[in-house]
């Protein structure tokens, strides 16, 4: 049986978070058996904000460690490096050249930027989605698994692939679907609940991150602010707090939320934010003792630059087509 094919990355901008790894990674994990997967690390994504060479470099091998650690299997997926697969830069620029300026001004990460009044934003922020689309549209996959975040993404990858397919009159590019899960497509930061868990935080009690020392996450999750309902409740518009933390709990446990609301009933909170704590830290302590096994394994090298090689066979056989169809190939 064909698989259908899936693909998705990360952007290591900074430290991958407990929430790339519940609404991304985890899921990557996941449907690696039943898919045939793709993911990458977003290298030329990450520098469309400013970036020290040297700290970039250690994200993105941990990133790449990391999406070892949590499971992918590099003999069922394929793992690389975005820049190692030149197509992506090329689909991107042609891909812009089919995108109106009005549609990219609706994105928000670039809106809220502006919307905060940040300046000196680089043209790379501005056409991000379009190099997305085509990290996207070069490899024919029908599903995206992403956060919730990202689905304005795919959406518009969606737009230029059905306005390139209307105007050249063929199937150049397969439409691409987002796959959110019914939980964990967004979790919150655990001091503003009202806020997206993200690895450019500037304070970071309210963000777990995968290689937190898996003491100071039980800690971040003990201060975690909730409400004073004092009753354990899946209500993220009453108790966002407590929600969040419902959700995270069931999605390491990968059970539903109603297992663990019947699993805590009655607890209080300190006891019920101790019983989320513990799974979090298990969490953390097993990534990273695999993660240590892996780095000592000396392993990276070799899985991305086969995961590029396997990439690029599928990728430049997409830009070829592509270029021939609108013409710029002799
Ligand atoms: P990035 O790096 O911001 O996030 C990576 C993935 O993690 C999800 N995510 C979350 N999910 C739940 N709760 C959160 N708090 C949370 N924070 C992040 C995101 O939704 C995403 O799925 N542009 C993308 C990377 C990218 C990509 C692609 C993705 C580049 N090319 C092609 C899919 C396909 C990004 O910046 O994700």
């Keep these: 049986?064909?698989?259908?094919?899936?693909?998705?990355?990360?952007?290591?901008?900074?430290?991958?978070?407990?929430?790339?790894?519940?609404?991304?990674?985890?899921?990557?994990?996941?449907?690696?058996?039943?898919?045939?997967?793709?993911?990458?690390?977003?290298?030329?994504?990450?520098?469309?904000?400013?970036?020290?060479?040297?700290?970039?470099?250690?994200?993105?091998?941990?990133?790449?460690?990391?999406?070892?650690?949590?499971?992918?299997?590099?003999?069922?997926?394929?793992?690389?490096?975005?820049?190692?697969?030149?197509?992506?830069?090329?689909?991107?620029?042609?891909?812009?050249?089919?995108?109106?300026?009005?549609?990219?001004?609706?994105?928000?990460?670039?809106?809220?930027?502006?919307?905060?009044?940040?300046?000196?934003l680089g043209v790379g922020?501005?056409?991000?989605?379009?190099?997305?689309?085509?990290?996207?549209?070069?490899?024919?996959?029908?599903?995206?698994?992403?956060?919730?975040?990202?689905?304005?993404?795919?959406?518009?990858?969606?737009?230029?692939?059905?306005?390139?397919?209307?105007?050249?009159?063929?199937?150049?590019?397969?439409i691409p679907e987002p796959l959110l899960e019914e939980v964990g497509t967004k979790i919150y930061d655990l001091q503003d609940p009202s806020k997206k868990m993200s690895k450019s935080d500037v304070s970071d009690k309210g963000c777990i991150y995968l290689m937190d020392d898996p003491k100071k996450a039980r800690k971040k999750i003990m201060s975690a602010i909730t409400d004073s309902y004092d009753t354990i409740q899946y209500d993220p518009e009453k108790q966002p707090g407590i929600s969040n933390l419902l959700v995270i709990a069931a999605s390491l446990k990968k059970v539903s939320v109603d297992t663990i609301l019947m699993e805590t009933q009655g607890m209080r909170y300190g006891d019920f934010k101790k019983y989320v704590a513990s799974i979090v830290e298990e969490t953390l302590t097993d990534i990273q003792s695999r993660y240590q096994d892996i780095k000592a394994q000396n392993v990276l090298n070799e899985v991305l630059s086969e995961g590029a090689l396997k990439a690029r066979s599928i990728a430049s056989k997409k830009l070829k087509e592509v270029q021939s169809t609108i013409g710029i190939e002799l």
């Design 1 to 120: 049986m064909i698989k259908k094919r899936m693909i998705s990355a990360i952007k290591p901008s900074g430290h991958l978070t407990l929430g790339n790894y519940i609404g991304a990674l985890a899921n990557f994990v996941k449907y690696q058996d039943d898919f045939e997967m793709i993911v990458f690390i977003a290298n030329l994504h990450t520098i469309t904000v400013p970036q020290e060479p040297d700290e970039l470099r250690s994200n993105l091998e941990e990133a790449a460690i990391l999406y070892l650690a949590a499971g992918l299997d590099p003999a069922k997926a394929t793992i690389f490096l975005q820049s190692d697969v030149h197509e992506h830069a090329q689909l991107g620029h042609i891909l812009q050249c089919f995108t109106y300026l009005g549609e990219l001004n609706r994105m928000t990460q670039y809106k809220d930027k502006v919307a905060k009044g940040e300046t000196n």
């Design 125 to 174: 922020l501005y056409t991000y989605p379009t190099l997305m689309a085509a990290d996207i549209l070069l490899y024919d996959a029908q599903f995206v698994p992403v956060g919730i975040d990202q689905k304005q993404h795919v959406e518009l990858t969606r737009d230029l692939a059905e306005r390139i397919n209307n105007r050249f009159d063929k199937e150049l590019f397969v």
